[in-house]
C-alpha cells in the first residue's frame, strides 16, 4: 500500500468494476499496499518461543532421508498438489483493515469475496458474489496486493520453484498434532520485477506436503515517497480430501510505515490481513450420451438393436465433490 498522499487515486465505481472483472488487477493507475513488515522469525520465532501448538525444535538431521532428499520429494509432491488445484473450485474471503493507534480497532475496510469456479467451456473464472463498500482512507490497494493474495500467502514450493530458492533444513518439530521437517526458504537471485516468498516453512513428514507457511514478501520497496512493502504472514494448509493439503487461513498483520514528503508528516498505519480460502470442490467435466435428441447415459439397454449412441461431450460447471469421504482432517490451527 501506498500512502495516499502520494497514490494516484482512481473513483470507487471503476475499481469495484476492475474488481469484477479480474481479481488480480492490471490497472497500471491503482495505488500500490505498502508496509513495513518484520523478519519471518520475528513473526513466528518458534524455536526460541514455543508458541502455543508448537513443540520444541529439534536441529538433529532425520535418520533415513537427507536434507535434501526431503527437499526434493516435497517440491516434488507440491508440484502435483499445484497441478491438482487448479481443478478445483473455491471460496476466497479477503479482509483487509486498518487499525485505530489509540483503541486497536478497524477505522477502515476492504472486503471482497471471490468464488473461483469453471464456466461452460471449462475455463477457469473468477467471480466476485461480496464487494462492499471500500472505506479505507489511510491506505489504498493495489494490483500487487491481489498478485500476493493469489501467488504469495498460499504458498506452494515446486520442483520448478528450486532453482530459484536456497531452502536449508532447520530441523523436525511437532506442530499440534502433526509432526514436521522444517525449512528456512529466501530467493537466490532478487530478478527485477518479481517478487519472493522469505521465511519457514513446515512440511508434513508423512505426507512431504507444506502445512505452514510463515515469512514476508520480498524485495520490499523504501524508497521515500514509493513504500510497496507488505506485512509478515501466516498460512496453515489443511488436508481437505484425504490427499493434498490446501491452504484454507491466512492472518498477515504489521505497521505500515510512510515517510513525511511532501509538506506531509510521517505516519504508521496498523493493517490486517486475513484471507479464507473455503469450499474446496473437485470440478469435473461429464459426458453424455445423446441418441435422437435424448439423453440416455443412465439408460442400461441401447435402443435399435444395440446400435451405439453418439457420445456428445459437455462441460458441467457445477462442482462435484469427491465421493470417497476423506478421513478427519490432520490440521495445525490458527493462532
Known amino acids: 500500500m501506498k500512502n495516499p498522499n502520494t497514490a494516484t487515486v482512481i473513483p470507487t465505481s471503476l ?7 479480474l481479481l488480480v488487477l492490471s490497472a497500471a493507475s ?11 522469525t520475528e513473526a513466528v520465532d518458534s524455536s526460541s518461543d514455543d508458541p502455543a501448538g508448537f513443540g520444541p525444535l529439534d536441529p538433529t538431521p532425520p535418520a533415513n ?28 474471503s479477503v479482509k483487509v483493515q486498518t487499525l485505530a493507534e489509540d483503541t486497536n480497532r478497524p477505522d477502515g475496510e476492504y ?21 462492499p463498500q471500500n472505506s479505507l482512507e489511510r491506505v489504498m490497494m493495489s494490483p500487487g496486493d491481489f498478485d500476493e493474495i493469489e501467488h504469495r500467502l498460499p504458498f506452494v514450493l515446486t520442483t520448478e520453484d528450486l532453482p530459484q530458492y536456497d531452502v536449508a533444513y532447520l530441523g523436525r518439530q511437532k506442530v499440534d498434532e502433526l509432526d514436521t521437517y522444517v525449512f528456512s526458504a529466501g530467493p537466490k537471485t532478487l530478478v527485477k520485477g518479481k517478487r519472493y516468498f522469505q521465511g519457514k516453512v513446515w512440511v508434513d513428514q508423512q505426507d512431504f506436503q507444506i502445512v505452514l507457511v510463515n515469512g514476508k ?9 514509493h513504500e510497496d512493502l507488505s ?20 492472518k498477515a498483520e504489521g505497521n505500515l510505515h510512510f515517510a513525511a ?17 473455503s469450499d474446496y470442490k473437485r470440478f469435473r467435466a461429464t459426458s453424455k450420451i445423446i441418441y435422437n435428441g435424448e439423453d440416455i447415459t443412465n439408460n442400461k439397454a441401447t435402443p435399435d438393436n444395440n446400435i451405439p449412441a453418439t457420445p456428445t461431450n459437455s462441460s458441467d460447471p457445477t462442482p462435484t465433490a469427491d465421493p470417497q469421504k476423506p478421513p478427519p482432517p490432520r490440521t495445525p490451527q490458527p493462532k
Do not use: C
Open 15 to 21: 475499481l469495484s468494476a476492475t474488481l469484477v472483472i
Open 30 to 40: 491503482a495505488p500500490t499496499f505498502a508496509a513495513t513488515a518484520n523478519s519471518p
Open 65 to 92: 532421508l537427507t536434507p535434501d532428499q526431503i527437499i526434493q520429494k516435497f517440491a516434488a509432491r507440491e508440484s502435483v498438489f499445484n497441478q491438482a488445484r487448479q481443478n478445483y473450485v473455491f471460496r476466497q
Open 111 to 131: 472486503q471482497q469475496v471471490t468464488d473461483i469456479t469453471f464456466n461452460r467451456d471449462g475455463k477457469r473464472e473468477e467471480r466476485v458474489v461480496f464487494a
Open 217 to 225: 514478501t520480498v524485495p520490499q520497496d523504501m524508497r521515500k515517497g
Open 231 to 250: 506485512p509478515p504472514f501466516t498460512t496453515y494448509y489443511e488436508q481437505i480430501d484425504g490427499q493434498f493439503w490446501f491452504p484454507t487461513y491466512t
Open 261 to 277: 514528503q511532501q509538506g506531509a508528516m510521517a505516519q504508521d498505519v496498523h493493517i490486517r490481513t486475513i484471507v479464507k480460502y
